[in-house]
């Protein structure tokens, strides 16, 4: 939606809507800063729209924050292993030292609620955590992710990444949806413990 036209009730509204994947505290933390943003333009003696639309599409806006924040697991959800839910499929690294990680996900799945733990050994022992819709989009030179092939029922994404880590890079899965949460860390299905994840050696 865009900001143009729109009041600072009607932006603040979809600005919040956008952050939804924010937890509760972060999106006040960004709702706060913004709302007195406006507030100062105004008391500055600028007209309401104008203030609005000079912070530009909220779609933008969100998407710059999104990018921003860091992203966590919440200790509080349980994961299910479910590889026919969410599953890393292959994995090699080529000759080049770059690292391929195919994913299997629901087909139509929104890439921003799959969550990708990058680790840095064969243990998994975690560096962060990240969206693989983001991990595509944050460092153009290092990751890039392109949909590789679809079939009725999953999409499958291609991960190519340079190592984070000197002795390697691996991923564990996490995949949130309206039917429950689902992980793939290599381990067997329907267990609720992480297993140590997909492993490439550098």
């Known amino acids: 939606m865009s900001t143009i036209q729109m009041n600072k009730a009607e932006f603040m509204n979809d600005l919040s809507q956008k952050l939804d994947k924010l937890t509760d505290a972060d999106r006040e933390e960004y709702m706060s ?3 007195e943003l406006i ?9 309401e729209a104008s203030v609005v639309e000079s912070l530009g599409d909220t779609e933008q806006l969100a998407e710059k924050i999104l990018t921003s924040v860091p992203v966590e697991l919440s200790p509080e959800t349980e994961y299910v292993e479910d590889h026919s839910v969410i599953d890393c499929t292959n994995r090699y690294l080529d000759g080049e030292k770059v690292f391929h990680f195919t994913i299997k996900v629901p087909r139509g799945t929104n890439l921003r609620d799959v969550i990708i733990e990058i680790t840095r050994d064969y243990s998994g022992t975690t560096l962060f955590y990240t969206n693989l819709k983001y991990l595509g989009e944050s ?9 590789e092939r679809t079939d009725s029922m999953s999409d499958y994404y291609e991960c190519i990444t340079k190592t984070f880590d000197e002795a390697g890079t691996g991923i564990r899965l996490y995949l949130t949806t309206e039917h429950g949460n689902y ?3 290599d381990i067997s299905n329907r267990s609720t413990a992480k297993g140590n994840g997909y492993w490439l050696s550098a």
């Open 183 to 185: 992980m793939a860390t």
């Open 39 to 47: 507030d100062d333009k105004i008391e500055e003696g600028l007209a």
């Open 139 to 147: 460092e153009p030179q290092q990751t890039s992710v392109a949909l």
């Open 33 to 35: 800063f913004f709302s």
